[in-house]
């Protein structure tokens, strides 16, 4: 034993039992039991020596396998991934933010066949800015997650799920603005500063408030005081002009520090509304 | 199911009480629903029971870091969660079956307690083990793959302890953990808490006084967010045994809880 495995000989005899003293049967045993090279050796040598022991295995065998094949396969997550990077039920909201784009998209095309003011904005370029914070808020929402008790006493709840999630939400709501802006001829840049503005904005006033509210907040707030004046005056948005880039991009910088400074908050129940 | 136990699972803790409340108050809406509770809890299963309305659901909403005290002093497996201390932590050896049981309907069983171990952050190996062990201890095996809009009001119950308890949590609290079972499972359920109060601190918020005798080590009797009584399941029974109380029926655990909850008031009552 000293040598590491028992000798073919002493398996042999194991196998039969025959002339095997009792220290030399546990040390094999004991051997047999962590060492699969010699289990393997002891079935041949089974099959070899002893013919009772081999029927007794196909017995046993014959008697457990239509349990052990009936065992249901185990089938592979659905979404594996997805559901690691995007709220769970927030598909409704994604849909419905992607959708938006689109309907200011067929305002403004039927717009462009009536006779009005040639100055007037287009409605989409005048709602971009806040489409994405409607995904945003499906992101890190406790009314819109039916398991939000569970979601936020979990470890995992905090900045990265929130980042990670907000991430997904701009990768499914950007590219359909950005279609929709070519077709009506609104250029990207006009309102995607805006838009990540007013995303971080969000983010940031939802680690004191709740993202809900700080989206509910964003959202009546840009309409208020951006998309209803411009569209009852008739009236090209000052803050949306080429001009006020620069400004945008200060705001943007100024966000995401405030961001940053914030981000513990995202741990606690507070951020979670 | 043989298991690998870690070297941190077998370490000493370095805090005395899993749970332990100073002049905890919890608002819930604009009142206190906990005001100022004090309680220390060891390992062990403790029965959570009250009136509606007394603060059970706060305090274990309190507990699980849901809800956040507004003012006294938390301490959890160690750690103070008041003050906005490292919630992070304190959530990994947490598990939580909150009353609304909240959950996705198109989820099967297993991957909606995947995904519950996901978040609990259980290590990525260790996760079809957990789960399957998990949904093995509630007697869902059979219905792993089926989704959860299919199952029946007492089998979503169960997929709620199963997802509790995934990942083998230091504090497991669980709000009304029977309600919907039949009796077979609710034996079953009362049965899986004794054996994980052997080295977990549970906490159970029930109405059902049985629930407490057949499974709990200990009583904590709430009324009006305060601790009316907390001893052991025997001081329940002799309370009922005392006075024969002609007014209130029900067996010797309902006397006894209807007279504690009586000798409290009036001692606040003098006060």
């Not at chain 1, 002339?19 to 030399?24: F, G």
């Not at chain 1, 006779?115 to 287009?122: E, I, T």
């Not at chain 2, 029926?249 to 009036?266: F, I, K, P």
């Amino acid at each position: 034993m000293t040598a590491g495995h028992p000798s073919q000989a002493l398996l042999d005899r194991y196998a039969t039992e025959v002339d095997l003293p009792p220290d030399a049967l546990w040390a094999v045993e004991v051997h047999l039991d962590g060492c699969a090279a010699c289990r393997a050796r002891l079935a041949d040598a089974a099959v070899d020596h002893a013919p009772s022991v081999g029927e007794l295995v196909d017995q046993v065998w014959a008697e457990v396998a239509p349990v052990v094949r009936a065992e249901p396969p185990v089938r592979r997550r659905r979404w594996p991934v997805l559901s690691r990077w995007a709220a769970p039920a927030s598909l409704p909201w994604l849909l419905t933010s992607v959708l938006v784009p689109f309907v200011a998209m067929a305002m403004d095309l039927i717009a462009a066949t009536l006779p009005v003011d040639p100055g007037r904005p287009s409605v989409l370029l005048l709602v971009a800015p806040v489409v994405p914070v409607l995904g945003v808020a499906t992101s890190w929402s406790r009314r819109l997650d039916p398991a939000h008790e569970l979601v936020g006493s979990a470890p995992r709840a905090g900045l990265g799920m929130v980042l990670r999630r907000t991430l997904v939400v701009l990768l499914v709501v950007l590219p359909p603005l950005a279609v929709a802006g070519v077709v009506v001829g609104t250029a990207p840049a006009l309102w995607l500063l805006p838009s990540l503005v007013v995303v971080t904005g969000t983010l940031t006033l939802g680690a004191y408030v709740g993202v809900g509210p700080a989206a509910v907040l964003a959202t009546v707030g840009w309409v208020a005081a951006v998309v209803a004046p411009s569209l009852v005056w008739d009236g090209f948005p000052a803050v949306l002009g080429p001009d006020t880039t620069p400004v945008w991009a200060v705001c943007a910088v100024l966000a995401t520090i405030a961001f940053v400074l914030s981000r513990h908050a995202f741990r606690h129940p507070v951020s979670y509304r | 199911m043989i298991r690998t136990v870690s070297a941190g699972e077998t370490a000493p803790t370095t805090y005395a009480w899993p749970v332990q409340a100073r002049g905890l108050r919890v608002r819930a809406g604009r009142r206190f629903a906990v005001d100022g509770l004090d309680l220390r809890l060891g390992f062990g299963v403790h029965g959570l029971l009250g009136p509606n309305g007394a603060g059970k659901t706060t305090l274990i909403r309190a507990l699980a870091t849901v809800a956040r005290p507004a003012s006294g002093h938390l301490e959890l497996l160690g750690q103070a969660v008041d003050s906005g201390g490292d919630l992070r932590e304190v959530r990994r050896g947490l598990g939580y079956l909150p009353q609304e049981f909240g959950h996705y309907r198109w989820y099967t069983v297993r991957e909606f307690v995947e995904y519950v171990a996901w978040l609990r952050e259980v290590p990525a190996r260790d996760v079809p083990d957990a789960v399957q062990r998990a949904i093995d201890r509630v007697d869902l095996t059979s219905r792993a793959g089926s989704t959860l809009r299919s199952l029946s009001g007492g089998m979503l119950r169960r997929v709620g302890l199963a997802q509790a308890v995934v990942g083998d949590p230091t504090l497991l609290l669980l709000d009304e953990p029977t309600v919907g079972l039949d009796p077979e499972q609710r034996a079953r359920a009362l049965e899986l808490l004794r054996d994980l109060g052997r080295d977990t601190c549970v906490v159970v918020a029930t109405h059902v006084v049985d629930d407490v005798a057949a499974a709990c080590t200990d009583v904590v009797l709430l009324d009006a967010g305060r601790v009316a009584f907390h001893g052991p399941v025997a001081g329940l029974t002799a309370a009922g045994t005392g006075g024969a109380d002609p007014e209130v029926g029900g067996g010797v655990l309902e006397r006894g809880y209807a007279a504690l909850l009586r000798r409290h008031r009036d001692r606040e009552g003098s006060k």
